[in-house]
């Protein structure tokens, strides 16, 4: 920032026309031109003059907008001229036009434009909307340009111009005139080359143009709506959010979490003003802060790294004494200045460059007479590390910090001068610790205090501004849930805490991301993908785009539909390019981990998840994804601490590491791995315990846990198992009035697939985080309806529900009453869709996957089949019948031939005995039961035409439709064999280790651990194909994907610019 504030001040030194003064020093103070240009770089001067300042630029890099502001405390009025909003063509007849440009006024002494012409082109400065006599114009031509009084008079300026204008581009000119004084006339960034300085003034209020004759002109002018008015008042703007503070306010805390440049606002009014303070923490890149009065410094300091950008920092402002102190909680002040004004109102606000999260301790006051904890504050939310609040109270005062169980709490003892005890302590259990110094409580003032609670170090309380006077650390992790607080018998006190609402104003962590869904939902294409192209997380904001772009063009039109659709497929590919440029630039482990890394902005997924949900198959199939997929299909997910510059594989005997070094590399091969820690949820934040080395048990355990090894084993036990339901199926095991014992372990057997199928729908939600707070169970019901959504999702699984309903359906009507027979029906029916279900472990071959999938893309072809079908079966049915045998009322008989007759005839049997019996002939008795058919030259006749609407046109019909989808699926075989591959990962991966129907003793395990975490009596964590990572490997990875993600847009708008 005070770089920036050199510059700015250097600029206004050489030159005079600046903000501030009410005329310039110089003959002429004219508006400054910008002028971009990739061969020559960017040039800012004066119009009419040359350029002042030049700045060469290495990358071509496409700019698209252009913003503007002044600095801290200097305000300033802008005007810009743009073109491209209107174009006006004039005829080759030498008339001009007074009706495009808007009146002339003294206050704008130039004006600019862009024209396109052959050969000649005319201006006119005249004091009406015509052509008058004492009109000022000017000749613009490749020979001889002039400046005339009057239309076709004398010449009183000339030059000689060559190559002025150009029929293939548009050249860009200015005019300045001081209302008859100067008239000048030039090329944009250049000396004018027409100057005409009349001996008396000449007044005039309008613009003119015109073509020769057999030339004409294309003419682009600053028209009215294209140059506005804009005010700055600096390049920050003040959230003053907060109702006034209160006359007895002596301190403000809060959180802040920033790069740099985090300001907070004192101001007696509600709004910025002269006499405000400004408390400046991180300028010139965090290296400084300070506090300003006026615009003036009163306090400067060196403050290296005061903020960051990953965690909130937690600071203090006193008001005290006619004094402003402001320092970070738990320590001293670091900045002073005497306090001139009263404070009323905060504002707070932080540069565009490095937008930041605020949270304000807002207070409130509420009086106990009561020795007993008042447990009335919100919960502690989990990110906070920090609580801050003040008492006045004579005598001991209490805090109590619990977490999830009652009886699991810190308790905290404030001694004041009217305690009988001299000293405070710190209790935990049978643990504690006791400071005897002077008393921290006063009856007559407020005392702050704050408390660190973070889980990853001791617990410590001390007086805001000054060190902690107490400090415990646990043996185990203790995370705050809840405060209670309170005082001692007979005693009164006066509490404020803090609220824990964070408080996100005008600024955001990340505001393009909402700017972009916003972009998506209203249908602006273009502003979405710049609003992409400024945020971050590239890849994951590019498969949310696309996914949203496919829900949204459901339903609409054809050519909607197909725009939609190809804005989606425009977003995969972005997606697929940033990955690739991701893998040709960095280390291959950092790939890998940008893909398992999970987003907290975007639903708490990762990339694979997303590309998922958008069925991207093509992002699927990237290399990148199927190196990740195979290493964990293989081993399992890879683990933190791996070498970064090559891929790293174990043997799982033998635990060496085995990989390939690089050329020039001098390391050792038995350079040691760093520690390694397996996936966690979000349950735990930190893990206490070091990871030992792998012993015989855990090798064998990882390569159990392998995908790879489950699938083998699955895939082995579920034949067994179909060949077990068959023998039972089959023999006379069903037969039996009570279930056999082949039977009953059968029935257990399903059983465990069910135990398994619930496990796949509610496991999400353990491994999910969920919103905790006053709407907790509505968020758990959204939770819940999300996962519901995703399980349905899937088609296999809604043939494993289908097939365990049937069994469990064929099982209780086999065990009713005279329930034999149906209910072997039912369980013969379930065994098919089991003996369906094995094409899912099929689904691994490059071959047979998608063989499969394309059936299922032909269920869906045959669905609309048979709704067609089935329209013309009942028609053609009901109308021979009606002909046939309109003498039959047997409702069996009449069912039979409308449908079961006409059902069987497509497949070539064509009941001609049926049709064209005779009595005569003795093919029919004629009675009741075997009646004679009527009209049969009818009946033959609707056969023919039934006979060539089925079997030919809709059969035909039908092989057509399976042919384009055959067709359509084979030429993708390899993305959708790669797309499979990848749920089948992930389905084994998160799978239990033992399969049914041992399974139920995992999954009974399982739910054992997770009642234990819920106790706080053990610590369990879930196995996922995601990740989180450290605050510092998150940043590393964020501005990898933000770094390659540039690089890609520019490369691809260079080969977009070259072609």
């Keep these: 920032m005070f770089q920036e504030r050199e510059m700015y001040h250097q600029i206004r030194h050489q030159h005079p026309c600046r903000s501030g003064e009410s005329r310039c020093s110089k003959p002429r103070c004219l508006p400054p031109f910008l002028r971009v240009s990739f061969g020559r770089g960017i040039q800012v001067g004066y119009v009419g003059e040359k350029a002042f300042m030049t700045c060469d630029h290495r990358h071509e890099v496409g700019i698209k907008f252009l913003g503007f502001k002044t600095d801290i405390g200097i305000s300033g009025v802008w005007e810009f001229c743009t073109f491209g909003y209107e174009q006006f063509e004039t005829p080759d007849t030498y008339k001009y036009r007074y009706d495009a440009v808007p009146k002339l006024t003294a206050d704008k002494p130039s004006i600019t434009f862009r024209l396109k012409a052959d050969d000649k082109a005319y201006l006119a400065l005249s004091p009406k909307k015509k052509d008058v006599q004492d009109m000022i114009e000017i000749v613009l031509s490749n020979n001889l340009s002039e400046m005339r009084i009057g239309r076709g008079n004398k010449h009183v300026a000339k030059e000689s111009t060559p190559d002025l204008l150009s029929p293939d581009e548009f050249r860009q000119f200015y005019l300045t005139f001081e209302q008859g004084r100067s008239i000048q006339v030039g090329r944009l960034g250049q000396k004018p080359f027409l100057k005409y300085k009349p001996s008396k003034p000449i007044h005039f209020d309008f613009l003119g143009f015109a073509s020769d004759v057999a030339c004409k002109g294309v003419w682009e002018f600053p028209v009215l709506g294209t140059s506005e008015h804009q005010s700055t008042s600096g390049v920050y703007k003040y959230n003053f959010l907060f109702p006034p503070l209160p006359q007895t306010t002596e301190m403000i805390t809060f959180h802040v979490k920033a790069a740099s440049n985090a300001l907070i606002a004192l101001s007696p009014e509600d709004k910025p003003s002269d006499d405000m303070y400004e408390i400046m923490l991180g300028l010139d890149k965090n290296q400084k802060s300070g506090i300003t009065y006026e615009g003036k410094f009163n306090s400067h300091i060196t403050t290296e790294k005061i903020l960051t950008a990953d965690s909130f920092k937690h600071f203090y402002i006193y008001l005290q004494d006619d004094m402003i102190q402001v320092g970070v909680v738990g320590e001293k002040p670091f900045m002073k200045c005497e306090r001139k004004t009263d404070v009323k109102f905060v504002g707070f606000c932080s540069d565009h460059k490095s937008p930041a999260i605020w949270d304000f301790c807002m207070f409130g006051r509420e009086l106990f007479e009561t020795s007993k904890y008042h447990f009335d504050l919100p919960r502690v939310p989990r990110d906070r590390k920090i609580v801050t609040f003040r008492v006045k109270a004579k005598s001991d005062a209490y805090l109590a910090m619990r977490s999830d169980k009652e009886d699991d709490m810190y308790e905290i003892e404030l001694c004041g001068t009217g305690s009988g005890m001299s000293r405070s302590a710190l209790k935990y259990g049978q643990q504690q610790a006791i400071n005897a110094s002077t008393p921290h409580l006063s009856d007559e003032e407020f005392r702050h205090f704050y408390i660190y609670i973070d889980p990853k170090k001791p617990i410590q309380v001390g007086e805001v501004g000054q060190k902690p006077f107490l400090k415990h650390k646990s043996t185990k992790p203790f995370i705050v849930k809840e405060i209670g607080f309170g005082t001692g018998h007979d005693v009164s006190g006066v509490w404020e805490f803090c609220t824990f609402e964070f408080l996100d104003g005008d600024i955001l962590p990340d505001p393009t991301r909402q700017l972009l869904l916003y972009s998506i939902l209203n249908k602006y294409y273009d502003m979405a993908e710049y609003f992409w192209e400024e945020g971050q997380e590239h890849i994951a904001a590019a498969l949310t785009a696309s996914k949203m772009y496919k829900v949204m063009a459901k339903g609409q039109h054809t050519e909607l539909k197909e725009l939609l659709y190809g804005i989606a497929q425009k977003y995969e590919d972005l997606a697929y390019g940033i990955l690739t440029e991701c893998e040709d630039q960095t280390e291959g482990q950092d790939t890998l981990d940008l893909l398992i890394r999970i987003s907290p902005n975007w639903g708490y997924r990762n990339h694979l998840s997303l590309a998922e949900d958008t069925e991207s198959r093509r992002f699927m199939s990237h290399p990148a994804v199927q190196v990740l997929l195979g290493k964990i299909w293989r081993e399992g997910l890879p683990t933190e601490g791996q070498d970064k510059t090559q891929p790293l594989h174990r043997d799982p005997i033998s635990n060496k590491t ?109 491994g999910r985080r969920v919103n905790k707070g006053r709407k907790r169970l509505r968020n758990i019901t959204i939770k819940a309806k999300s996962q519901i959504r995703e399980y349905m999702s899937n088609y296999w699984n809604w043939i494993d529900i289908v097939m365990l309903l049937l069994f469990v359906l064929g099982e209780i009507i086999r065990l009713s009453p005279n329930g034999r ?79 079961f007759r006409p059902t069987f005839q497509i497949y070539g049997e064509l009941f001609l005995d049926d049709v064209t019996a005779s009595q005569t002939e003795g093919t029919c008795s004629g009675n009741a039961l075997d009646p004679c058919p009527e009209h049969v030259g009818w009946g033959v006749f609707f056969l023919v035409v039934y006979m060539i609407i089925s079997n030919v046109l809709l059969l035909n019909l039908l092989i057509a439709m399976f042919s384009n989808t055959y067709q359509r699926v084979q030429g993708e075989t390899d993305l959708h064999a790669k797309f499979q591959r990848y749920s089948l990962t992930k389905e084994f991966f998160n799978r239990p280790l033992l399969p049914p129907p041992l399974i139920i003793f995992a999954h009974l395990y399982r739910l054992i651990r997770y009642i234990l975490h819920k106790a706080r009596i053990l610590r369990w964590t879930i196995h996922r194909m995601e990740r989180y990572f450290s605050d510092g490997d998150e940043r590393s990875l964020i501005k990898m994907e933000e770094r390659c993600a540039y690089n890609y847009i520019q490369r691809k708008r260079s080969d977009g610019s070259s072609r």
């Excluded at 039996?736 to 257990?748: D, T």
């Excluded at 029906?825 to 472990?841: P, T």
């Excluded at 689904?843 to 063989?851: A, D, F, L, M, Q």
Aim: net charge neutral; charged share 20%.
């Design 658 to 766: 085995i990989g390939y070094k690089r050329i020039g590399d001098q390391s050792s091969d038995e350079d040691e791995v760093e520690k390694t820690t397996p996936l966690r949820t979000g349950y735990v934040q930190e893990d206490y315990e070091e990871e030992q080395p792998k012993g015989c048990w855990q090798k064998t355990k990882q390569f159990l846990d392998a995908p790879r090894t489950k699938f083998w084993i699955n895939l082995v036990m579920y034949i067994v198992f179909l060949i077990f339901f068959s023998y039972v199926m089959v023999s006379d095991q069903l037969s039996k009035k009570r279930p056999s014992e082949a039977e009953s372990f059968l029935i257990f057997w399903v059983v465990t697939f069910i135990t398994e199928e619930v496990r796949q729908l509610v496991q999400p939600d353990m």
């Design 821 to 899: 027979s149906p209910g072997r029906i039912v369980l013969a029916f379930s065994l098919f869709m089991f003996y369906l279900r094995f094409l899912h472990f099929l689904t691994i071959s490059k071959n047979i996957g998608p063989k499969v999938f394309m059936i299922f893309k032909m269920l869906g072809d045959l669905r609309f089949m048979i709704i067609i079908l089935v329209i013309i079966l009942v028609g053609y049915g009901v109308a021979v019948q009606a002909i046939l045998y309109p003498h039959v009322t047997d409702v069996s008989s009449v069912v039979k031939g409308i449908l």
